[in-house]
């Protein structure tokens, strides 16, 4: 598509236009980035290291860049429709849209320029992060009815606030022993939070919508007792022998919920299927990290590497957000809420991505050829969904209505 096609008033006509655009543009620029890392690593000698370990700001994207525009996207929208709260203010979505755009650019050229830059970058994503948040923090405080979801969600995003904040510390005092608190915030307080605190609400609404006698169950205490242990889990990083017990309680909470929630009768529904396939992809990663804590615990050795945190980054994060923003986007789009063979083709491949990514750790003699064919599968899938979804986001609603 080019500029000239492009209807900008379309794309700041809605907040979720804005942050998945953001979103999109992050994934794909962090994926280019990762990907030119790899093949730099196994052809090149490390020809593109950056100023900072390239572990870190790989890190650092995935665990807090690349899929909050599309937390945004999605919370600006449904998070005052779940309590009966005012909507955000157009500008400030502005701001932070503009901040966010600028952000990651920034933050790229500073990992070849200097570290000052670098830390502006990150500044400016924490700025617009930061909008966002006091924003739906507002609109919870003078809503009418709070409900459980907006709770999880606001104590995922402060979370995440925290760990990013932190991040920026480490970078200004260049104290990378501060890594594995970041990572754990990110990873287990900030993204597990909110992705489970979304699904708890929406999995079972959308599987009802298609399956009218599928019973729309989430009782609150369960998604309670999750958000709890997920930042348990996250204050327990640095306590191996204990770490094991909050994700068993995830692990047994999930499955209980994928079971529940999985349709009883065949759907023949990919933009349904999507949703509980992601949902299996949670179980899978949880009780792999119950069998990597315990080993730690029992045993003091991590035997399944890294395996874990990419069945949970690749397989849950990645499907349900392709699950999510699918059925985001179309539905705001005034199109038809399918997803046609092209978009399962595109899920498919990150599914293809997951399952190379876990197999990397898990093969070490072909650990680094599987590494770069994940990351190669995984700039393919959203490349391609940016090139069949993200021209909506310019096109006015196909049935005329506003936004």
């Not at 197999?359 to 599968?377: H, V």
Request: aromatic share 16%.
């Amino acid at each position: 598509m080019s500029l000239e096609s492009m209807n900008w008033r379309s794309l700041v006509a809605a907040p979720h236009r804005m942050f998945f655009t953001t979103g999109l543009a992050y994934l794909v620029m962090a994926s280019v980035w990762w990907l030119g890392i790899l093949v730099a690593r196994a052809w090149f000698d490390a020809a593109l290291e950056p100023v900072i370990p390239g572990v870190f700001a790989h890190g650092a994207m995935m665990l807090f860049l690349v899929f909050t525009p599309f937390m945004f996207g999605f919370l600006v929208t449904v998070f005052p429709r779940w309590q009966q709260a005012p909507e955000l203010p157009n500008i400030l979505c502005l701001f932070a849209f503009a901040l966010m755009v600028l952000a990651l650019p920034v933050f790229l050229t500073g990992l070849y320029l200097s570290k000052t830059v670098l830390i502006a970058g990150w500044l400016l994503y924490c700025a617009g992060y930061l909008l966002v948040f006091g924003g739906l923090f507002g609109s919870w405080l003078v809503t009418r009815e709070t409900v459980s979801h907006s709770i999880g969600t606001l104590a995922g995003l402060f979370t995440g606030l925290a760990g990013a904040l932190l991040f920026a510390w480490m970078l200004v005092d260049s104290n990378f022993a501060l890594w594995p608190y970041v990572r754990s915030m990110g990873l287990w307080g900030f993204l597990l939070t909110v992705f489970f605190a979304v699904s708890h609400r929406m999995v079972p609404f959308f599987t009802f919508c298609v399956i009218k006698d599928q019973p729309v169950w989430r009782p609150d205490w369960m998604l309670h007792g999750f958000v709890a242990l997920a930042i348990a889990r996250a204050a327990l990083e640095l306590h191996p022998a204990y770490r094991w017990v909050p994700v068993a309680g995830m692990a047994v909470i999930a499955l209980v919920f994928s079971l529940r929630w999985r349709p009883r009768e065949a759907h023949g529904n990919p933009l349904l299927s999507v949703l509980h396939i992601s949902m299996a992809w949670l179980v899978v990663a949880l009780f792999l990290q119950l069998s990597q804590d315990l080993g730690l615990a029992l045993f003091d050795t991590t035997w399944l590497g890294r395996a874990p945190l990419h069945a949970m980054a690749f397989g849950f994060f990645g499907s349900m957000l392709v699950a999510m923003a699918t059925r985001v986007t179309m539905g705001h789009s005034g199109r038809p809420l399918e997803m046609d063979k092209t978009g399962w083709r595109i899920f498919m491949l990150v599914q293809l991505a997951t399952v190379a990514r876990v197999s990397a750790e898990l093969l070490p003699l072909a650990g680094t050829w599987l590494t770069l064919f994940a990351a190669m599968l995984w700039f393919l899938a959203f490349a391609a969904w940016a090139s069949k979804y993200g021209r909506t986001f310019f096109q006015p609603r196909a049935d005329g209505r506003p936004g």
